[in-house]
Each structure stands twice: as structure tokens, then as C-alpha cells.
């Protein structure tokens, strides 16, 4: 009796670990994403060890590099204050500037695979944009 209560204290315990252990896998955002594959070379370029959007990037498509705590966009500089995940969804609270204006922006994605995911709009469910993961440059 003691050797099966035991028995069962250790599969509960492993169960507990491994699903803990599984839960606190963070998906991994960072790299430059884009709208299309094949125009990642045409939209980013590295300037001073930085991946930036090229000039005229928003001729060819939409994307955007996060990079740590920050997403930057063409337009935009979003500092992440707050991130939360789950059931394959990243919730980020960004601050975000522009040249005109600082405001809260909240920015959501659903992940698709380690290379693909979809911005989604909590308010307007018909409303998506697929990017995906550029090579490393």
C-alpha cells in the first residue's frame, strides 16, 4: 500500500512538472517578419548592426522587426510594457511613437508555427494580417 501511494505521488508529480514545464515555454517573437517571404531582402536591410525597414519597404509589402523589447515598424517604435500568452495567442501592450504622436497600442498574434503567425484584431475578428519569419540577414 505505502509502495503504491508512493507510485502515485511520483506520476502526479511528474505530470504536475512536465505540464508546468510546458506551459512556460515563451514563444519566440524576435527577428523581422513580413507580409511576404520573398520580399524580406527588399523591405529590411541592417544599418549600424540593426535590422531596419528600407525606405521604400511599404512599396513592396508590410513588416516590422522585434528585437527584444521593441517592435519597430516603418512608422513606428513600440517599446513592449507588458506581454502575456496563451492558448497560442501573445498579447503585447506596446508604447508606442511616431514623429506626431506617443500613444498605448495593444498588438495581438496568433501563432501559426515557429515562422508564421497572424496579427489579429480582438474588436474585429474579420480582420488579419499573416507574416512571416525573413531569413536572418
Not at 5 to 14: D, H, W
Not at 70 to 84: E, L, Y
Request: glycine share 6%.
Amino acid at each position: 500500500m505505502i509502495i503504491l501511494t508512493i507510485a502515485r505521488t511520483f506520476v502526479v508529480s511528474s505530470a504536475v512538472f512536465l505540464l508546468s514545464g510546458a506551459s512556460a515555454h515563451s514563444i519566440e517573437l524576435n527577428g523581422a517578419w513580413a507580409s511576404d517571404p520573398s520580399i524580406c531582402s527588399k523591405i529590411f536591410v541592417k544599418r549600424n548592426a540593426k535590422l531596419v525597414m528600407t525606405s521604400d519597404a511599404d512599396n513592396y509589402g508590410s513588416g516590422f522587426v522585434v528585437d527584444g523589447n521593441q517592435v519597430r515598424g516603418k512608422i513606428a517604435t513600440c517599446n513592449i510594457k507588458a506581454r502575456k500568452e496563451e492558448a497560442g495567442l501573445v498579447h503585447l501592450i506596446t508604447s508606442c511613437s511616431t514623429d506626431v504622436a506617443l500613444q498605448t497600442v495593444q498588438l495581438s498574434f496568433k501563432v501559426d508555427d515557429d515562422n508564421r503567425i497572424t496579427r489579429i484584431f480582438p474588436g474585429a475578428p474579420e480582420m488579419s494580417v499573416s507574416y512571416s519569419r525573413c531569413p536572418t540577414q
